[in-house]
């Protein structure tokens, strides 16, 4: 884009010179064989600088508005994976909250059945009704152990998935950082582009009394103004006399 404003601003200055060159001296055969290009070729490279610099404009704010965005999809996935991660971070602190209770229950089941094992061992009555006794200890000790290596399980699962969702959330909060930041230097970079092209194109002067009353000579090259009709000499600065 830099490169088609830079094209179209050589042909403005060209249509400029040819179009002061034509004014100076019309008698040249050229513009008196062709006087109707004097007018109209000018005009049309004009036309097409001001339609090239609003092209620029309505790029520059077509590029901002959609930045701006995927820049408020990439927030609302951020919003819904957090949300997530939150859910996810409930799930497991209860999880781990019931892999603690089962492992207290389990602890006391076992002492319950090392004490009864130690009571049949003591005593040689009732030895049908204790070992009745540990073996319902024994079941239920099983059915437990099962439902906490189920939990366990469970516990890593949430874990992974609250770990794959933090990662996702660092990654979007990374892209949105940086699309906003593109959007702002590609706004800005294209303000600063269209304002200098434009001040240096606006600036004329017809001689070096004109550039003088304006205060600005003398005119060095590629200072708003210059022109080559200020400047005799060639050596690229005008009205310095």
């Known amino acids: 884009m830099l490169a088609l404003a830079l094209i179209f601003l050589v042909l403005f200055l060209a249509a400029v010179i040819f179009l002061v060159l034509?004014?100076?001296n019309p008698r040249l055969a050229f513009?008196?064989?062709r006087r109707h290009i004097l007018y109209i070729y000018p005009g049309a490279i004009i036309l097409f600088f001001i339609f090239t610099m609003s092209f620029m404009s309505m790029t520059s704010e077509s590029n901002a508005t959609l930045a701006t965005q995927n820049n408020t999809e990439l927030q609302q996935k951020l919003d819904t994976l957090t949300e997530?991660?939150?859910?996810l971070q409930k799930q497991l602190d209860a999880s781990a909250q019931e892999v603690k209770d089962l492992t207290a229950t389990v602890s006391d089941l076992t002492k319950k059945n090392d004490d009864l094992n130690q009571d049949a061992k003591e005593s040689g009555t009732n030895t049908e009704t204790l070992e009745t006794n540990i073996?319902?200890?024994e079941k239920e000790k099983d059915t437990l152990q099962g439902d906490l290596d189920s939990e366990k399980e469970k516990n890593s699962t949430l874990t992974t998935q609250l770990s794959n969702a933090e990662d996702e959330i660092d990654n979007l909060e990374s892209k949105a950082t940086t699309s906003v930041?593109?959007?702002s230097n590609d706004n800005n970079n294209t303000y600063e582009e269209e304002s200098n092209d434009t001040a240096a194109s606006s600036v004329y002067y017809d001689n070096c009394t004109a550039a003088k009353a304006a205060g600005a000579a003398p005119v060095s090259e590629g200072d708003p103004g210059y022109g080559r009709h200020l400047d005799r000499d060639g050596d690229g600065i005008g009205c310095e006399w």
Do not use: S
Not at 84 to 87: G, L, R, S, T
């Open 22 to 24: 034509g004014l100076i």
């Open 31 to 33: 513009f008196k064989r």
């Open 84 to 87: 997530e991660k939150d859910e």
């Open 135 to 137: 073996e319902k200890l």
């Open 181 to 183: 930041q593109t959007a």
